[in-house]
Each structure stands twice: as C-alpha cells, then as structure tokens.
C-alpha cells in the first residue's frame, strides 16, 4: 500500500479575478474550491493514473470534512486522524500573476498526536509513505523526524516534499526520493544556483547527505534528475501554464507510478515530468489522457 500523509490539508480556494486592483472590491471571474495539501495532491495524481494510495494525516471541522468527502467521492482512501480544529483554507489568487496565501494550520492536540502515531506503527514493512507539506504551527519542527524514525524501524521506504531543516534533519534515514524546487535547493544550501551545472552539484551534495534520488523541479525551465548512477535534464515541454498549484506533487506521483509498474528510474522520471507539465496545463490534477499525452513529449538529456 502507499500512504500519503498530508499534516496540514487544505481546501485549497482558487479564485481568478481579470483585472485586480488592490484596495477595491473586486468580481471574480471563477472560483474553485477543491481538496488540497500536499500528500492529497499526490493521491490524486496516482488515483488519475490508476494508482490505489490511502491518506493519512490531521483533518477537523467543516473545512475537514469538505476535504474527506471530496476525496472519498473520487474513490481516494482516507484514514485521516479528527481533531477538534478546523482545517486550513489556503487561498491562490489568479490576476496576471499567481499569489498563494497558505494557512498556519490548526491546533494539534496530544491525543491527537498519539492517534496518529498508531497510524504510523500499523503501516506494513512493503508499504511505500509519502510525506509532503507544511507542519502545522502546533507540531514540534521534529514532527517528520519521529515519523521516519517510526518507519526505520521497520525499514519502510519513504518519499519526503518538505523545505529546510525538516528536510535536511530526515535526509540521514536515507528517503528514496526528494524533491526540493530551484528555491527550495538555494535556501537548503543558502547559496543562488545559476546554471543546470551548480543544480546537479548542490543535487549530488543531497545524494552524500543520504536521498537515494533527487528530482530538482524547474518550472518552466524543466527538471533535473541525480542518483549515483546518472544525472539527467528534462527541458520543459512547452504549453500555457494554467494552474502551477501541485506541480510538483505531480511529479512525486508520477515518478512513484514508474516506480509502481517495475520501470526504470530514467522512465519513472519521464513519467514525473509528464504528469507535472500535464498539471501545469490543467485546472487541477492533470488527467490520465494528458498525461500520456505530455509522456511523449519528454525528452531525456543525460549530464
Ligand atoms: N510553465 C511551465 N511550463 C512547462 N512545464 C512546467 C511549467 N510549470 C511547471 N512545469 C513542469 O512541472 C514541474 C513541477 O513544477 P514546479 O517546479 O513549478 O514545481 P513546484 O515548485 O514544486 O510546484 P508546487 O509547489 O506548486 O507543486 C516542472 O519541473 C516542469 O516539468
Ligand atoms: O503550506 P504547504 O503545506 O507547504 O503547501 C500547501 C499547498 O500549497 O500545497 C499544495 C500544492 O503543492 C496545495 O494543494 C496546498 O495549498
């Protein structure tokens, strides 16, 4: 089994406005709430691709079951930890440009914790976890931490999508895959990173701190991929960029549906551009048809 495991979900509410001015009222032209985080967005990706994977995670009050039903509707498991606060309603604001404004989060209670930890200490020896997202302000920053130490136990893989010290501090349990952003990588090494060349210098240093593979997600630059073996780039294929918003989780979920069937890594990371550009194009998660679709533009350069 996966499990995805988002600490902080979200209704994520999308809202497109023509011609904003700040400090007015302004009309929107549509709007959209759909279920978000990070760990969700992966879900979804996976389910678009046939892939069965289970969330887990913090999820209260109307905003929490907005977010479970939704899920639940389009066939997604969820086995989500209640807590007495409401979940978090991010905002991503459209005009010309796109502006995020991403909740703190609700208020994790003790008991709440230990809920989920009986989560952890059930998942399976051959389950694969994905941990993606922010924390909620009421978790220690060592939240991800006790939950690889939990899973090193018994040796179960895991994918971390986080930024900065909760990164670097799981790297040692030697996660399968990372996918830090350009930002993500400079404000990790607290440097400015001008060419593919630097990125798979900074990627290889993730490598000796202890990621089995490192995906450097590029926007509308492409991707570049490290392991030990290889250092690959995938330009961006080219296209109207629609919605940025779980881009990235995209590629986590297609390079783990490479990973699902048995293909290689070089493939797998194919099918991680592919499903990130089809949601790039997409209003939401990018279907399984576009996402083949974007599969046969990849194209591998080998660094
Ligand atoms: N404008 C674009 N044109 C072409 N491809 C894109 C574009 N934006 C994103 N992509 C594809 O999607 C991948 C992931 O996008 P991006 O680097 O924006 O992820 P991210 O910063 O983690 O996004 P998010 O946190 O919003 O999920 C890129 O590596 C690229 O392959
Ligand atoms: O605040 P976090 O947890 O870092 O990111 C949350 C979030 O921006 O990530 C997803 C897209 O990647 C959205 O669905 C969600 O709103």
Redesign the pocket.
């Known amino acids: 089994m996966i499990y995805t495991t ?1 600490l ?1 979900p ?1 209704i ?1 509410y999308i809202v497109k406005v023509l011609n904003f001015k700040e400090g007015e009222t302004n009309r929107s032209h549509y709007e959209m709430k ?1 279920p ?3 760990g ?2 992966v879900s979804k990706l996976l389910n678009n691709l046939g892939i069965n994977s289970h969330n887990i995670g913090f999820v209260g009050g109307f905003t929490g079951d907005f977010i479970e039903k939704s899920l639940k509707e389009i066939g997604i498991g969820t086995d989500f930890t209640k807590i007495k606060d409401d979940s978090r309603i ?1 905002v ?1 604001l459209k005009t010309k440009i796109e502006t ?1 404004i ?2 703190k ?1 609700p208020k994790i209670r003790p008991e709440e914790e230990n809920d989920f930890f009986g989560k952890i200490k059930n998942i399976k020896e051959d389950d694969l976890v994905v941990l ?3 924390i909620p302000n009421s978790l220690s920053n060592d939240f991800y931490e006790r939950i690889v130490v939990e899973l090193n136990k018994k040796n179960i893989q895991f994918i971390i999508d ?2 900065g010290k909760k990164l670097l501090r799981v790297l040692k349990y030697k996660p399968f895959l990372i996918k830090p952003n350009k930002k993500e990588l400079e404000d990790l090494f607290d440097v400015e990173v001008n060419s593919l060349e630097e990125i798979i210098i900074y990627g290889k240093k993730l490598l000796d701190l202890g990621a089995k593979n490192v995906i450097v997600s590029l926007g509308a630059q492409g991707a570049v991929f490290v392991n030990k073996f290889m250092s690959i780039y995938a330009p961006a294929i080219k296209g109207k960029l629609v919605n940025s ?5 995209s590629m986590v979920g297609g390079f783990i549906f490479g990973i699902e069937n048995e293909l290689s890594v070089e493939e797998s990371f194919k099918w991680a551009v592919a499903s990130g550009t089809a949601t790039a194009f997409s209003e939401d998660i990018g279907s399984r048809k576009f996402i083949e679709e974007m599969y046969s533009k990849v194209t591998l350069i080998k660094k």
């Open positions: 988002t902080n979200s994520d759909i978000g985080g990070k969700i967005m991010n991503k995020e991403n909740a989060g993606s997202g922010s986080t930024t918003v779980g881009a990235g989780d």
